[in-house]
T-cell receptor, first 114, second 113 residues
């Protein structure tokens, strides 16, 4: 079936530490994955994406790793800051006849302790 | 440049009432979609559109109608509201049919009593 799930519903980290948020996906045909950050009362905000022909992609303080063998995706946040506290979703793009749709996982709450 | 604008931000309906959630984007994006987000869950696709005059169903379309008469606007209609439709609704637009560049609105929190 089409589903994207997360291993850890809540993650608490100390400010300055690195955070790792994990995600499992089930659709082996998906070729594009996105991580979103959602702050309270706001819509999802794009963080970083990765195509299936890549294993790793780096942004500013964030890195996404893709392991297609075990259908696993992770988001690494370096030197986590209080402003990183939010809900993080992984999503995969599934192609339909006319275009695409985003399939979201349930989300991981990241809490940063000062 | 306002991005994706949703109105209203909050709404309370009685069971059986109808209403339209508005969504407008000023980025000339062809692709627009509606999602609902229930507590503790990710977003689920309701309906989407690949351009003016073209719409299709998503994962949870029952109870909702859409139309796309212009590129800018993509309203979501609830014909007869039910408590199960209590949720936060997000509209999104994208410039690419490959899934790139999704921009989300700030959401409409709907409560049906």
């Amino acid at each position: 079936g089409e589903s994207v799930g997360l291993h850890l519903p809540t993650l608490s980290v100390q400010e300055g530490d690195n955070s790792i948020i994990n995600c499992a996906y089930s659709n082996s045909a998906s070729d594009y994955f996105i991580w979103y950050k959602q702050e309270s009362g706001k819509g999802p905000q794009f963080i970083i994406d990765i195509r299936s022909n890549m294993d790793k992609r780096q942004g500013q303080r964030v890195t996404v790793l893709l392991n297609k063998t075990v259908k696993h995706l992770s988001l690494q946040i370096a030197a986590t800051q209080p402003g990183d506290s939010a809900v993080y979703f992984c999503a995969e793009i599934i192609m339909w006849e006319y275009g695409n749709k985003l399939v979201f996982g349930a989300g991981t709450i990241l809490r940063v302790k000062s | 440049n306002a991005g994706v604008t949703q109105t209203p931000k909050f709404q309370v309906l009685k069971t059986g009432q109808s209403m339209t959630l508005q969504c407008a984007q000023d980025m000339n994006h062809e692709y627009m979609s509606w999602y609902r987000q229930d507590p503790g869950m990710g977003l689920r696709l309701i309906h989407y559109s690949v351009g003016a005059g073209i719409t299709d169903q998503g994962e949870v379309p029952n109870g909702y109608n859409v139309s796309r008469s212009t590129t800018e606007d993509f309203p979501l209609r609830l014909l007869s509201a039910a408590p199960s439709q209590t949720s936060v609704y997000f509209c999104a637009s994208s410039y690419s049919n490959r899934g790139y560049g999704y921009t989300f609105g700030s959401g409409t929190r709907l409560t049906v009593v």
